[in-house]
């Protein structure tokens, strides 16, 4: 209880530092920025903490933390000069019922669900023992980079910025990390429900907000047009939608599932028992099987909830299924793993308001990235932003960060912010979209370039396992499987698009629109099928790709990726659709007056700037674009198109060699965009559709919600045991000392001692989602090696590890001392862990270790210096 009073506090302290900053830099925002403050001022300490640590300025110690947040206060306070502070104080007078609706968000999603972790807190399976090694590993490096728990003598190589604040609120607060794993957990949910909250309510507010009309005053109910200022009222309650779409709303699995289990839609056959072929037709695993005669509509198997994530299905062209996964983000938070990819999303929201505040013209400004006292050629025009210089060093360090913390985000969140600018571009000077292109190219290669040299330390020791492209010929997504994923999203969107092509005139548009879409397609289905083709040529690349598609004709390869695309057609009819609304709306909103200075706006020279520019933070573009929520809107629904899109022809090789991780990445970033847009069309629609068309709305939304949450409800109870957990407690350990109190005592003892490199256990199977590493993982003392599978993965291969799973087996099963001393001294090991494990997996008769473990040769050599039961810690005193 003290850790989250703390950890709550704590956060608070960092927004309300924040807020001087998101006021001055996010002016076109009616919410000024205060529900994402947290996560701003979260992220603002963590990279001037992490950066300086880096650079050796900075211990990783408390010291360290607080000199770090006195800049973020030195920031605040220079942010908040001058007048600022009235501004601010009067602003939270004018808005106190937003305040204490965001205020009572924040703390009523952590409160909940640091209760949901408390009842079922162990960091047991799936990948949870590696997030807890992450966050163990930060908080015991003396220095940084961090030290990698599970390969001795090298530093993290993973995106691990997420676990250095996670690691810095449990230094901070003298929270252990077992503690933070759970805190975090519950503390990235407020944040996203805040975040989720800041985009849906500022895209409201924005909507009916007259042109000129000062932003801050005015927040109201959705609108399809204006309606007079003593009619409108602040969208406080409408952005609820916002969490609830993007935490809560989950896809139909759930109510597929209680469905199957009732027998719905099953006949019962006396010769073959269950028949169904609509399930058979559905074909998601476990539902496409009979129902095992309960006929029950609550779902109480174990685990049966993991099926949501694994929806869509893929087989290779052997007819074998590849698994794919498609999480979502409550599915994310039920498992409980904090991963990269869930750390990130408080941030992703920020991200998308500094591109919300851009589209509304909040980042009023111009700089260049040519020396000032040098003419700039009008060859170099593209080095010229029309963008505030501070709005843009934000954009590097939040967008920089999104790479550090999940770096598939990166790309996209780019995009979106080069997107934003571009529209603003268009909307501000009157030209026509296809004259803002380069706008749009030059910010975001702008962008990436200093995005990735504010935080280039971090690439300087990453590497990845990703191999480049392979095009997806034969795995097109079925529509079946499109529809039960994002239903609850898609729908509304839809229903919108429609209804804001309702008007005259939109015909032209839509022609338009489905002549870029499908060119868009085509050229997208080419390229896959050239890029196959010059893959399956290549001898050890076309082996491997030929190899994973289970093949080994070319021909019957082509004919097979044809065929598929025909029959499997649901998916990309669907998208097609989609992208063709989505264009045509979007070209319903570029001017149709293309202005004159088309062709001067890129090249004003910097000795040309108005005089706006000298201001020391950005301002307001006056009149601000009336449409910019609907754009913004509708730029959010294009990314997520796009990103549902891209898999279909194209995935990332990995060591899995199909695209279950493209999909995963690139479905969980899609929910979220879309999310946040079906939370604010639903908003407008209820709003405003009225008699027949209202009903009939109203009706589906309902339904569709209810569907979408039956997943949440009985998940929640099976996951957590009805809430009826062994203990309470946020604890992650806690659960050793229940199973095995003598290797919990150890660990506890390892955790106080003098720092050093330990050796313990790996199995020939690399130990990975299993409680091998476990010291390594309590303590954040480094092993020579943890789970080897792992490992793989983020150092591209096994080439880096070398021979170190059979020189730990070696150190434990042979009897030649000189052999031991030299394995320990290669690799520097401080501490020998011989327990429970070590003796399983060294046993006399396996593979490699006929002898069994030799322990007598430690217990003569080095110093046992703690031993409990059947556990013993070896010292060797010089490493």
Not at 359 to 372: I, T, V
Request: charged letters at 15%; glycine letters at 8%.
């Amino acid at each position: 209880m003290l850790s989250f009073v703390l950890w709550y506090l704590l956060t608070s302290l960092l927004g309300w530092l924040a807020f001087p900053l998101a006021y001055r830099l996010l002016p076109a925002l009616p919410e000024r920025g205060y529900a994402v403050s947290r996560a701003l001022g979260l992220l603002l300490w963590g990279f001037m903490f992490w950066l300086l640590a880096w650079l050796g300025l900075l211990g990783n110690n408390a010291g360290g933390l607080l000199l770090a947040l006195a800049l973020l206060a030195g920031l605040s306070w220079l942010a908040a000069r001058k007048n600022t502070w009235q501004e601010i104080v009067a602003w939270l007078r004018r808005e106190g019922a937003l305040v204490l609706t965001i205020e009572a968000l924040f703390l009523i999603a952590f409160a909940v669900w640091a209760v949901v972790r408390a009842a079922n807190p162990e960091a047991v399976g799936t990948e949870k023992p590696m997030e807890l090694a992450f966050i163990n590993a930060i908080l015991a490096s003396p220095t940084f980079p961090p030290q990698d728990p599970w390969l001795a003598g090298y530093s993290i190589s993973y995106y691990y910025f997420g676990y250095v604040l996670t690691a810095m609120l449990a230094k901070f607060t003298a929270t252990s990390g077992g503690v933070a794993f759970n805190l975090m957990l519950a503390l990235v949910f407020a944040l996203s429900a805040t975040g989720a909250y800041s985009v849906v309510y500022n895209l409201l507010a924005l909507y009916r907000q007259k042109p000129g009309e000062a932003p801050e005053p005015i927040a109201e109910e959705p609108s399809l047009s204006p309606s007079p200022a003593s009619e409108r009222r602040k969208p406080i309650a409408s952005a609820l939608l916002g969490p609830l779409f993007i935490l809560l709303v989950s896809n139909l699995e759930g109510f597929l599932h209680s469905l199957h289990l009732r027998g719905l839609g099953w006949t019962l056959d006396p010769q073959n028992g269950f028949t169904s072929a609509f399930w058979r037709w559905l074909d998601i695993k476990d539902l496409n099987m009979p129902p095992d005669g309960r006929f029950t509509w609550i779902p109480d198997r174990f685990w049966w909830w993991w099926r949501a994530s694994r929806v869509l299905q893929d087989y290779d062209l052997a007819g074998n299924p590849k698994e794919i996964i498609n999480e979502f983000p409550f599915f994310s938070h039920l498992l409980g793993d904090l991963h990269p990819h869930v750390l990130a999303v408080p941030f992703a929201f920020l991200a998308i308001s500094l591109a919300l505040n851009l589209a509304a013209g909040g980042a009023a400004g111009q700089f260049s990235l040519w020396p000032h006292a040098w003419k700039l050629p009008k060859r170099l025009a593209f080095l010229h932003f029309h963008l505030h210089p501070l709005s843009f060093a934000l954009a590097i360090v939040v967008l920089g960060a999104t790479a550090f913390m999940n770096i598939w985000d990166f790309p996209f969140y780019v995009a979106l912010f080069a997107a934003a600018y571009a529209w603003q571009r268009s909307a501000s000077e009157q030209r026509p979209l296809k004259q803002v292109l380069p706008d749009f190219f030059s910010l975001a290669i702008a962008l990436g370039i200093c995005g990735i040299l504010a935080y280039l330390p971090f690439y300087i020791s990453f590497s990845s396992q990703a191999g480049g492209i392979l095009p997806n010929l034969i795995y097109p997504t079925r529509g079946a499987h499109l529809w039960v994923m994002f239903a609850p999203l898609l729908a509304p969107i839809l229903a919108y698009l429609l209804y804001s092509l309702r008007k005259p005139g939109s015909k032209a548009s839509l022609v338009n629109g489905f002549m870029l879409a499908a060119w868009a397609l085509v050229l997208l289905w080419a390229g896959a099928l050239f890029l196959g083709f010059a893959i399956s040529i290549i001898p050890q690349l076309g082996e491997f790709y030929m190899g994973v598609l289970g093949t080994n004709n070319i021909e019957s390869l082509f004919q097979a990726a044809l065929q598929r695309r025909l029959v499997s057609n649901g998916g990309w009819i669907t998208m097609l659709i989609t992208l063709t609304l989505t264009l045509a709306a979007l070209l319903r909103q570029q001017p149709s007056d293309p202005s004159s200075n088309a062709d001067t706006a890129l090249s004003t020279p910097e000795d040309e700037l108005p005089a706006d520019n000298a201001q020391q933070f950005p301002g307001i573009v006056e009149p601000a674009p009336a449409s910019a929520s609907h754009a913004f809107a509708l730029l959010l629904i294009l990314l997520g198109a796009l990103l549902v899109i891209g898999p279909e022809f194209f995935y990332l090789r990995d060591q899995f060699g199909w695209r279950m991780n493209t999909i995963f990445k690139f479905y969980y970033q899609a929910w979220l965009v879309w999310g946040l847009a079906a939370a604010f069309v639903s908003a407008i629609l209820l709003q405003r559709l009225r008699r027949l068309s209202g009903a009939i709305f109203q009706v589906a939304w309902i339904a569709l919600l209810v569907m979408s949450l039956v997943y949440p409800v009985f998940s929640l109870w099976n996951k957590t045991n009805g809430f009826r957990p062994t203990q309470w407690t946020l604890d992650s350990s806690a659960y050793l000392q229940l199973q095995n109190p003598d290797e919990f005592a150890a660990i506890e003892w390892l955790r106080r001692a003098p720092a050093g490199y330990l050796a313990e256990a790996v199995p020939d199977s690399g130990g990975s989602y299993t409680q091998f590493a476990r010291f390594s993982t309590h303590t954040g003392k480094p092993a020579v090696l943890g789970w080897y599978g792992h490992e793989s993965q983020w150092r591209g291969g096994g080439e880096l590890l070398g021979p170190r799973q059979s020189d730990l087996q070696r150190l434990y099963c042979t009897r030649d001392w000189q052999e031991t001393l030299e394995i320990l001294e290669r690799y520097q090991v401080r501490y020998v862990i011989v327990g429970g494990l070590e003796r399983s997996v060294y046993r006399a008769g396996t593979a490699n270790c006929s002898s069994g473990l030799q322990e007598n040769k430690f217990s003569s050599r080095l110093a046992a210096v703690y031993k409990i039961g059947q556990l013993t810690i070896y010292e060797n005193p010089i490493p």
